[in-house]
C-alpha cells in the first residue's frame, strides 16, 4: 500500500466533520470565539443616553422668564379660556414667588447684624435732614472763612439781574465777601464789583451768563458752584459737594 494512503487513513478518524460542514480537529485550528474581547467593545461603545447637568439658579430664572413670556404672549395674541387662564396662573405663580421672597427678605434683615440702622420712618428722616443741615451750615461757614465769590455778569443780562438777589442773600447769609466781574459798566446794590474784559473772557469764553465762583485769594484757586440762574437749593447742594471734595483733599477744616 502506498504510504500517502496509509497516512491518510491514519488521519481520517480525527478529521470529523462539524454539524455546519466545515472540518474540525487539530489539524483545523480555529481561533476561540472573543467573548471577552466583545463584552469589552460593548462596554466601550458610547451610551446614548447624555448625562443632563443640573441647571444653575440663573439658567432656571431665564427658563422660567421665558415660559412666561410664551404663556402671556399666547394668551394676549390668542385669548381663548384656555390660553388665558394659563397666562392667569403663570401670573398668580409670578406674584406668589416675589411675596414669598419679600416675606424672606424683610426676616433676614431682621435677623442680620450686619443690617444697617433703619431710619426711614418720617421722623428719622427729619432729624436726619436737620443734621444734614446743621453739618452743611458749619461747613459753609469754614468755608467762608478762606473762599470768596465772583459773580461774573454782563450789564443787559435779564438772568444776572434775577440771580444777583440771591447770590447777595447767600453770601449774606454764610459770611461770604462777593464781588462783582463783569466787561462793562454797572454793578448791583450791596456789591463791589471790577471791570476786567480780560478776566471775564479767561473765566467765561462761551460768553454764559451768569457764573458764580469759589474764590481763594491765598491760592487763587477758582471753583464753579453756578452756571446760569439757578434755584438756592440747587446752589447749596452744589456747595456741598465742593465742601465734600474739599475736606477729603484736607483743603478745609
Not at 430664572?61 to 390660553?83: F, Q, S
Not at 454797572?186 to 451768563?209: I, R, T
Not at 471753583?223 to 474739599?246: C, D, H, M, T, Y
Amino acid at each position: 500500500m502506498c504510504p500517502y494512503r496509509i497516512l491518510m487513513v491514519m488521519l481520517l478518524p480525527f478529521q470529523a466533520m462539524a454539524s455546519d460542514g466545515k472540518p474540525t480537529g487539530w489539524l483545523w485550528y480555529q481561533d476561540p470565539t472573543p467573548l471577552v474581547e466583545e463584552k469589552k467593545q460593548e462596554a466601550s461603545k458610547p451610551s446614548n443616553t447624555i448625562s443632563q447637568k443640573p441647571k444653575t439658579a440663573v439658567e432656571e430664572m431665564a427658563a422660567n422668564r421665558k415660559h412666561y413670556d410664551e404663556v402671556m404672549a399666547k394668551g394676549i395674541l390668542y385669548p381663548t379660556i384656555e390660553n388665558v387662564t394659563n397666562a392667569r396662573r403663570a401670573h398668580d405663580a409670578i406674584i406668589a414667588q416675589a411675596s414669598q421672597f419679600q416675606e424672606s427678605w424683610t426676616v433676614s434683615e431682621l435677623l442680620d447684624q450686619q443690617t444697617p440702622v433703619d431710619m426711614t420712618s418720617p421722623g428719622a428722616l427729619k432729624l436726619a435732614r436737620q443734621e444734614e443741615e446743621k453739618s452743611l451750615e458749619e461747613g459753609l461757614k469754614k468755608l467762608s472763612k478762606t473762599y470768596g465769590l465772583i459773580f461774573v455778569f454782563k450789564e443787559d443780562c435779564p438772568y444776572c439781574h434775577e440771580f444777583a438777589p440771591l447770590v447777595k442773600h447767600f453770601a449774606q447769609q454764610y459770611d461770604f465777601k462777593i464781588e462783582g466781574l463783569s466787561a462793562g459798566e454797572g454793578c448791583f446794590e450791596g456789591m463791589n464789583c471790577l471791570k476786567n474784559k480780560g478776566a471775564v473772557d479767561a473765566l467765561n469764553p462761551e460768553g454764559a451768563y451768569p457764573l458764580l465762583y469759589l474764590a481763594n485769594p491765598a491760592t487763587n484757586d477758582l471753583i464753579p458752584i453756578a452756571k446760569g440762574f439757578i434755584s438756592q437749593r440747587a446752589l447749596l447742594e452744589n456747595v456741598k459737594a465742593v465742601i465734600q471734595w474739599l475736606e477729603k483733599q484736607g483743603e478745609l477744616s
